[in-house]
């Protein structure tokens, strides 16, 4: 109701700021809730509405395409960043056009583009180095991490995943290194030094936060936290252990998300 009043005030103004942010906000309580279409529904209404702004509309796009990626429409999210990419210069160098060129490679190479994903992070590297953005450095070490790990090259990919990892330490980029530890139990998984990727999956817990009421963004990352035990007790052949880390994956998630995930345990 808040939301709903604050957009109606901003729509009798004009303030087309005012509204998309409204919009987004009443698009990140549906996803909360797990609704992911009607979470998207409001999204596409910020896009529209933002489509003679080009730097909101990008802001917008970039929401758009994470509520697509949580569907698992990768294409469609790919489709949306390519289109606020395309709205950029070259001499563009702020931290938002370092977001987007992220964004879209990870989208790319989860389509399939690994050239194109390759052109982004190589870019993406440049942009960092150049600029002094450590964070984004980061995130083009673990692009090229994911890169190597779908071609196979898992050594590769294990000294890229470490590398950033060691970024995030020395920049306490906590949620980040969550997340590399989790990418990089996987390439140790691929490696089948499962010990080891054990350890990388006890490290990525001991970064989730420790409190009593967890947000449902908490309870998504202690959803893919037992996602990767479930992966790892799947490669050692554990699939009793297995199925109970899925069962707790899907517990942890709220609707149309725990609806796709309840496949891990399908297919376990």
């Known amino acids: 109701d808040l939301f709903q009043e604050q957009l109606e ?53 970039v929401t758009l395409s994470k509520l697509y990626l949580l569907r698992g429409q990768h294409n469609d999210a790919r489709t949306a960043l390519q289109r606020a990419y ?11 056009y370092c ?7 990870g989208a790319s190479l989860k389509c399939g583009y690994v050239n194109s994903a390759l052109q982004l992070f190589s870019k993406l590297s440049d942009l960092a180095q150049d600029n002094q953005l450590f964070n984004f450095e980061m995130n083009s070490l673990a692009g090229y991490g994911k890169i190597n790990l779908q071609n196979g090259n898992y050594v590769r990919a294990k000294e890229y ?32 030094q499962y010990e080891d990727a054990h350890s990388a ?6 970064l989730l936060p420790n409190k009593p009421n ?12 037992s996602c ?3 992966d790892l007790s799947l490669a050692k052949g554990d699939y009793t252990d297995a199925l109970e880390h899925f069962k707790e994956q899907r517990n942890l998630l709220v609707g149309e998300e725990q609806i796709r995930e309840t496949g891990s345990m399908v297919l376990c």
């Open 201 to 206: 999956l006890v490290s990525a817990g001991e």
């Open 99 to 105: 977001v987007l060129v992220n964004e879209l490679g």
């Open 228 to 230: 990767g035990f479930g």
């Open 86 to 96: 395309d709205t950029q210069t070259d001499a563009q160098t702020d931290s938002q």
């Open 161 to 192: 995943f470490e590398s950033a990892i060691s970024i995030c330490k020395e920049r306490r980029l906590t949620k980040e290194e969550f997340y590399q530890q989790l990418s990089l139990s996987r390439v140790l998984c691929a490696l089948r």
């Open 214 to 225: 967890l947000s449902q963004d908490d309870r998504n990352m202690l959803a893919e936290l």
């Open 9 to 61: 005030i901003s729509q009798a103004k004009g303030d087309v700021e005012a509204q998309c942010k409204s919009l987004n906000s009443v698009a990140l309580l549906y996803k909360m809730q797990g609704s992911l279409n009607m979470s998207i529904s409001f999204a596409q209404n910020a896009v529209s509405l933002s489509a003679n702004r080009p730097r909101l509309l990008t802001k917008n796009l």
